[in-house]
């Protein structure tokens, strides 16, 4: 967590290889099975983060605004050969990545930093890793067969009535 002007150079690329080249790879690898067998689905991982941007974490946004645009290029690429490839957005999930960055943003009371962020989630809480799951097998089942290049936000209405990021209260 820093503003851009502060964000550390190593870090960035560590979070660019991670999220952006580690994905580009997956689909480099993946998709010349899924053609030659003539079909497939992938779903890849991005984040309501790619969609609205959040004040300081440069290298995360970037990285998945990146993953968005990766997406849309194999959709691109592979739909009219059987293929499609989509992607899922979560917003904060309650898991310990999560957990951990409260624990960075507000030591001494990270629990301040989900009552806060809460307040900016029109469901009012932070998602789990089943829903966001639940939208990722309905992505790779016959029941998106229609659906190809989109990013599906997992975010409690976040994304579609921003009112802000707050970390404390």
Sequence with gaps: MAPIVECDEENFDAVMSVNVKGVFLGLRHVLPVMLEQGFGSVVNTASIAGMLGTPGMPAYVASKHAVMGLTKVAAGEVSSKGIRVNAVCPGPIDTRMVQDLAKQVSPD??????RGYSESIPLGRYGTAEEVANVVMFLLSDLAGNVTG????V????????KGVTTSN
Aim: glycine content about 16%; overall charge negative.
């Design 109 to 114: 009371d990270p629990g301040a930093v989900e």
């Design 155 to 162: 975010d409690g209405g976040r994304s579609a009535s921003p």
């Design 150 to 153: 989109a990013q599906y936000p």
